[in-house]
């Protein structure tokens, strides 16, 4: 699943130079998990093959009216009811002026009169047929149509002129798209690497040294946040939870150890890291290769030692700009705690939950936190399902961001 899963989107590429960044839009679109339907004029072909985008959407490409070996009929009109939104990109003048006038010689043009979804276009021309007399009447008489107008951007035109016909980039366009379906989009192109469950510390091949986390809180952070278009790479420990958003890479860690091996690989290019997980403060000195028997044992002593810790070693080699965030679960002296762990561990906020409080503690499904930020100020919220905590954590972290 991914923010666009279950999302029905046709993909109209006309003829133009452009229409080799169509691919990356719809490999975005795909990746998304929407499904696409990409329709093609006969010009559009010249610039880019059929093949490469019936193989990244799934679906071969529609372009004529009829198959011309079986004679099947390519239905316009269904593909205007399947469709919750049709993007047009690249959009040439000929196309715009086509749609504007509602000459149907095609099918992406047929397509578009029968479309009963939402309609956007990203036109892509040279400069002086983006400032002709005609296109810009064809670009008003759609937007009076309805059609939402992806502007284009002024730099280096194909022909090697400077100025404005250059098709948006596809990452910007594929924002417009999630933000359509009403995503919030802040985290587009953001790296975030969170941390999450607990960590077993092994004695012997049947036994740890361990805590009560579920892992909850950071897999509903890691769901807002691949839900609002970051790339989400979740460290957890050992965890009986399953990730939705197919955005999120996860990546399973047993220790401490483990886990700050994987961070350490992960973190050092990450925009945001949340350090949710709670790890072990100390595990056993050795871990014996086969199973301690009791026998002739009346005490067993283990020695513990310290263990890394994950969140001030990325904070020690913390890169300007990047965002890391802590927790603290705390049964006393919350706040000043959780303040020391800011500064000791060089973090932007910690998320401050209290023992004291009910319904906050290990395996809920709700949680009461206050959001202490680096900078003095602090945020307290009531107690709340663990998906809304993560939408208020989130919210802190992408008000902080540049
Ligand atoms: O020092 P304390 O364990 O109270 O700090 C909690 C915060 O530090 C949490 O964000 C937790 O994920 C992180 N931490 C860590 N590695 C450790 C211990 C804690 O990343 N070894």
């Known amino acids: 699943m991914g923010i666009l899963s279950g999302k029905h989107i046709v993909l109209g590429i006309t003829g133009g130079i452009a229409a080799y960044k169509s691919v990356t839009l719809l490999r975005l679109l795909v990746k998304a998990g929407a499904e696409v339907q990409v329709v093609m004029t006969p010009a559009g072909k010249e610039f880019i093959t059929p093949v490469t985008l019936a193989a990244l959407s799934g679906k071969p490409v529609v372009s004529e009216f009829f198959s011309a070996n079986t004679g099947e009929w ?29 000459i149907a010689d095609n099918m992406l043009v047929t397509t578009y009169l029968s479309a009963k979804e939402h309609v956007m276009i990203a036109p892509a021309m040279d ?79 049947v036994r740890f040294v361990g805590n009560y986390s579920t892992g909850k809180m950071g897999f509903a952070i890691a769901e807002e946040c691949a ?17 939705v958003n197919s955005g999120i890479r996860r990546v399973d860690a047993e220790n401490a150890r483990e886990m700050l091996a994987v961070v350490e690989k992960e973190a050092y290019d990450c925009d945001i890291a949340v350090f949710s997980a709670a790890v072990a403060d100390y595990r056993p000195e050795s871990c014996c290769d086969s199973k301690i028997k009791r026998e002739g044992m009346e005490n067993m002593t283990l020695k513990m030692v310290r263990n890394p810790d994950i969140a001030a070693t990325v904070g020690e080699n913390k890169k300007s700009g990047q965002i890391l965030v802590g927790f603290a679960l705390e049964t006393d002296h919350e706040r000043e705690n959780a303040l020391l762990k800011i500064r000791n561990k060089n973090l932007d906020m910690v998320v401050l ?3 004291r409080d009910k319904g906050a503690c290990f395996g809920t499904d709700t949680n009461k936190i206050t959001i202490l930020d680096a900078d003095g100020s602090e945020s307290a919220f009531e107690l709340k399902d663990k998906r809304m905590v993560a939408k208020d954590i989130v919210d802190a972290i992408v008000s902080k961001l540049c």
């Open 74 to 102: 390519h239905s316009h009109v269904d593909l205007g009811l399947w469709a919750d939104l049709m993007v047009i990109a690249p959009a040439t003048a000929s196309t715009i002026g086509k749609m504007a006038n509602g």
């Open 127 to 205: 400069l002086d047929m983006m400032a002709h007399p005609s296109t810009i009447r064809n670009l008003k008489m759609l937007q009076s149509d309805g059609v939402e107008i992806i502007e284009p951007a002024a730099g280096e035109l194909a022909s090697h002129l400077v100025g404005k016909g250059r098709m948006e980039e596809p990452e910007k366009i594929f924002e417009k798209i999630v933000s359509f379906f009403g995503h919030k989009t802040d985290l587009i192109g953001k790296k975030v690497v969170i941390t999450a469950g607990p960590t077993y510390e092994r004695i012997d091949p």
């Open 227 to 243: 839900d609002r278009g970051a790339e989400v790479v979740l460290v957890c420990g050992p965890v009986n939870l399953q990730t």
């Open 353 to 355: 939950n209290s023992l």
